[in-house]
């Protein structure tokens, strides 16, 4: 594509020439109408060629060449113009002008002209920059670093840079009858031949390694690329770009020889050797040690210094270790932290020395790595520390002693817990044996022990020992067998556990004592198991009264004897301390601690001990209480003992008073189903009688209710009500009950009457059951009878006196309609308008007359909320407005079943009173026993003072009824509407339908 400005004052042979130009497809035409912008504009330099008029007001088309020499250079340019006299010829090309084309003739041979005199100025030009971008490039060749050659498929070389003559030692004279075989190494020919076999057939060779010969038989590696050129699916010639790496391979060679030489000396010691350079810290060696002690790969770490990859941690210690080898000195041991390759710290000493290789200063060293040793010895402080923390801190005691041929020997240390348990100091028990603290019975059982010690190495087992103050007691021992300084020693952790054992043989003695009672026998045997425990004078159990001020007592043994229908008050006594403080304990001085208490004064108490009784939510129900005349002597034990027994007592006064409320409620609830004027009937899963009540008999015209014990329920239910009976009764088995329904029943005399009832799932007899009232709405189904009857009649008259009244409104429409095309008096238009709008205003009146009659016409019944949403958004473009429904489909309501119109008038109000709205919204949720339905849009929404106002009759902008309507529709079944949205965010409108309203499942 050649892009051309063309530059003339007359716009119309502006247009003509920019379309003959781009019809052949080569060309893109920019104009312009001015010289003097056209050179003001960035954009002239991207053009290919300029077209110029000659004459042209503010700069003439030779004053536009001359600009466009000065300030472009040889940008082709051709004068286009009319004026055909031979100075101006002269001039133009005078001046550097391409070519000069005159205006006139026939235009399409003066077009073919333009075009072809722009075409070869391009072409021109561009071959000008095409030669001197060549011999710019051959320049570059001659004078590159690297070897580049051309070499023809037989192998003649066609052209070598100067690099490529220097190094191999020829002059270009040698070329013409040098060939690539007179090049190539013998050691390197079958590999070049393959490699050039390749480059041939057109196939990339990668990078090529091949030796060279000098014309002195010298060897040159090189390495490169190569490729050819293609012609008609033939070699034209192959290019090569190679790169001298002789001294790069010899330093390799080199390097491989000094691997050698040190492999023998430190490659496989497993003591970590490295080399690295005194000049500049290079590592030139390593061996596996090193490798293997900081994680590098050799790859990693050859030729790289030692300060890049961090080895030593601390610079200071690394500067220190320089220094003394610069100054001659050898490192005898120096310890230096250093760096592995993922960071961990190790501590190495270093024994290097200075040393030449191949003339230049080298650091050999020979590295210790004591990190391994380092962790031992802090480990064997930190357990050290740890042994000293545990003997010091430990609750429980803890004695090592050797162990001699003879047994167990000394204790050789001891911990203050053990001197604690024990009653010894540390000095009298280091000077004992485990033999010195055995009882009787631990030295029977000691053999055993020893033998089960030598043979599992652990040994746990409970005994008791005596202890310094001559007392025994229980411990549990725990004896391992263990290595202490090549000493076979014992180590013995003791735990004194005399009070639980004494607390667990009590609490055995307690449990035995009450275990197979329940009630008030549990109780007593309670307080006579606690009396004989704690040999106290008095036990007793009360339950605090409701006023919380009293207690009666529910068991009590005094002295020996059993006590009833005794009560106390709590005020000023230790039981009011119980309850309020919980467990509580006095060992003597009560009476004058509750000096106002007359029990404690006539009872002469000394010592009290009681425990609060609580219910499930921890309520103080009751008090547990140990009475004595003497100083009361407990185990430590004792508030644990007591709080058990009292969880017990407690339980069993709540199971006593359970029994006694459901007894009682039982009673009163068969006088209250017994008395019921609502027959009431409970069935099992099948429909099977299990219960019913008089009033159920006189229902269905069955003397004695037993009579319908055992008879299924669906023998009494009319064949139009049976689905309906056999749905709601699967739906109470799933738990979704609660309703309110009706049915028609059939008596024992083939009567026939309405029922509403109502189910519940419940539990009979321990079964599942349903309970199921009944009550007869025979009456009132005859009186709604009459009053649909009543109403359809009125509604007929209704629909009459609407349809005569319509009748009437066409005909007054006609007329206006004729009054205006007749009219001629401007004055009358208006009353004509009033005249027309009143009549609109009738005919809304009459519409708005025949829905509300609808309206509680026929009974409200259950509907599926979530298939009512989706019928009345049927009529919606999709195109236009998204409905979303998310509302569950297992939700239903009992409403009216105008309701499917309240849905479509909210619908409807969004689609046109709603503003840009792009999506309608429905949900439903179960809250406060309510289901809220929402139905909300992405509009305009309501302003705050129209709220209320859009469900008043006659507000909107059409008739105003549709919200009105949808309240009272609603209303009809105690359902709610209400406008919540936020203005400027869209509309939301919250339905509110009450419990008992809905069901779900």
Known sequence: MISVLYVDDEPAFLELARIFLERSGEFQVATSTSALRSLADPAIRSYDAIISDYQMPGMDGIAFLK????????????????????????????????????????????????????????????????????????????????????????????????????????????????????????????????????????????I??????????????????????????????????????????QAEKALCDSEHRFATFFKDNPIIFTLVSAIDGTLVDVNDAFLRYTGYDREEVIGRKVEELGLFADHTEHLRFISTLRAGRPVEGMRMLCRGKNGEIHTCRFFSKMTLINGRPHTLSAIEDLT????????????????????????????????????????????????????????????????????????????????????????????????????????????????????????????????????????????????????RESLDRIVESLSAWSGANCVLISEIMPDREHARVLS????????????????????????????????????????????????????????????????????????????LTLLPSAQEIMEIVAAKAAAEIGRMNALSALSESEEKFRALVEHSLDGT????PAGTILFANHAAGRLTEIGQPDELIGRNVMEFVAPTSCNDVISDFSKAAKGVDGYITRYKILTANQGERWVESIGKSIIFDGTPSILISLRDITGRERAEDALREANRKLNLL?????????????????????????????SLDGYLSRVAAASSRIASMIQFTREYEEIGVRLPVWQGLRTLVDEAGRGINPGRVILENTIPETIEVFADPLISKVLFNLIDNALFHGGKVTTIRFAATVRDDACIVTCEDDGDGIAPENKERIFDRGFGKNTGFGLSLSREILDITGITIWETGEAGRGARFEIVVPKGQYRTG
Request: with cysteine.
């Open 681 to 684: 009937l409970i069935l099992d």
């Open 556 to 631: 009590m043994l005094l002295d020996g004897k059993k006590i009833q229908g005794h009560s106390y008050t709590l005020k000023g006594t230790p039981c009011e301390s119980v309850a309020k403080g919980g467990f509580t304990i006095y060992p003597d001085n009560v009476a004058e601690l509750f000096p106002e208490s007359q029990g404690v004064r006539e009872l002469n108490i000394r010592g009290y001990a009681g425990a609060p009784l609580r219910d499930s939510t921890g309520r103080v129900v009751g008090i547990l209480c140990i009475v004595s005349r003497t100083p």
């Open 798 to 826: 209704s629909s009459i006196t609407r349809h005569d009244i319509n009748n009437q409104l066409q005909v007054l429409n006609g007329y206006i309609t004729i009054l205006r095309d007749t009219n001629r008096d401007p």
């Open 208 to 249: 090529i390694d091949a030796i060279f010969k000098t014309r002195d038989g010298r060897k040159v590696y090189v390495e490169g690329i190569a490729d050819s050129r293609i012609v008609d699916g033939r070699c034209q010639y192959t290019r090569g770009l190679f790169k001298d790496i002789t001294e790069r391979v």
């Open 372 to 519: 391994e040793q380092k962790r031992a010895e802090e480990a064997a402080r930190e357990n050290e520390e740890r042994y000293r923390l545990i003997m010091e801190n430990a609750g429980e005691g803890i004695l090592a002693n050797e162990l001699t041929p003879d047994g167990p020997g000394r204790f050789i240390d001891v911990n203050d817990a053990a001197c604690r348990i024990l009653e010894l100091t540390r000095e009298e028990l280091q000077g004992m044996n485990l033999v010195d603290l055995d009882t009787p019975e631990m030295k029977r059982r000691a053999p055993a022990l020893a033998q089960e010690l030598m043979q599992k190495r652990r040994v746990v087992f409970q005994a008791g020992f005596r202890t310094g103050g001559d007392r025994e007691k229980i411990l549990d021992v725990s004896v391992s067998l263990f290595e202490l300084a090549g000493k076979p020693t014992i180590l013995s952790i003791i735990r004194d556990v005399t009070e639980v054992e004494a607390t667990r043989s009590a609490l055995h003695t307690l449990v035995a004592g009450m275990v197979g009672t329940t009630g």
């Open 67 to 206: 600009a466009v020499r000065h300030q472009l250079g040889d940008m082709p340019f051709i004068l286009f113009t009319g004026r055909g006299r031979e100075e101006v010829v002269i001039e133009a090309i005078n001046n550097g002008a391409d070519f000069y084309v005159q205006k006139g003739g026939d235009p399409k041979a003066q077009f073919a002209d333009l075009v072809h005199m722009v075409r070869q100025a391009v072409r021109r030009k561009r071959a000008e920059i095409t030669v001197a971008e060549q011999e710019q490039r051959y320049h570059d060749l001659q004078n590159a670093n690297d070897l580049i050659q051309s070499v023809a498929p037989d192998g003649h070389i066609l052209f070598a840079n100067q690099k490529w003559l220097e190094t191999l030692g020829y002059t270009a004279e040698d070329l013409p009858n040098l060939t690539i075989f007179d090049i190539i190494h013998e050691e390197s020919v079958d590999h070049c031949m393959a490699m050039l076999q390749q480059v041939l057939s057109g196939e990339s060779a990668g």
